[in-house]
């Protein structure tokens, strides 16, 4: 079974031995990974506003507050190297404006599970799309900041999963028990 210290060990290696190394240019894939992801986290911060002006929960707030900040700092990051290695930024949709939760009409208004299970499929698609960019990465700068980003992602995914469960929202399939066996 493979030794996942081993792995990052392995790969820290590489990073500090290719330090020397001229950089290739970015393949069309990383580009294109490097510019989708952008996009990702740009619409995303725009439903985390969304849950912002709609949720008056304490533990709500904090968690979307906690997950603006996650974002912004990779837009930063990926906005930076970006710019750098020449990839043009993409066009996305403008900051909300604040508004008052209780000004907004009850069918239209966001619940506070629809806006925590929101999030939780955001941060799945997250990690779908760190893990597709780190498959297709050949450069190991672009690489380990994949690796960067999954880590920030799993990490805030388990404390949004805390909450979820505190308040009965996590979404549970339905168990399965194989033919045959003793029921629970």
Not at 122 to 136: I, Y
Request: with cysteine; aromatic share 10%; net charge negative.
């Amino acid at each position: 079974m493979p030794n996942p210290f081993e792995a990052i060990f392995n790969m820290l290696k590489i990073s500090i031995d290719s330090t020397n190394e001229p950089k290739s240019p970015l393949h069309i894939i990383e580009a294109g990974d490097c510019w989708t992801y952008l996009t990702l986290m740009e619409e995303f911060i725009r439903y985390e506003e969304s849950g912002l002006n709609t949720t008056t929960d304490d533990e709500v707030t904090e968690m979307l507050k906690d997950v603006v900040q996650l974002c912004e700092s990779q837009v930063k990051k990926i906005s930076e190297f970006m710019k750098k290695e020449g990839i043009p930024l993409p066009d996305v949709t403008s900051p909300k404006p604040n508004s008052d939760p209780n000004d907004i009409p009850l069918g239209v208004k966001l619940t506070d599970n629809e806006i925590a299970n929101g999030v939780a499929f955001k941060v799945v698609t997250c990690l779908q799309a760190c893990s597709k960019g780190q498959a297709d990465a050949v450069r190991n700068d672009v690489g380990i900041m994949w690796l960067q980003f999954y880590l920030a992602w799993a990490t805030y995914g388990t404390t949004l999963k805390t909450l979820m469960r505190k308040r009965g929202w996590l979404k549970v399939p339905p168990y399965y028990y194989p033919p045959g066996s003793p029921k629970q």
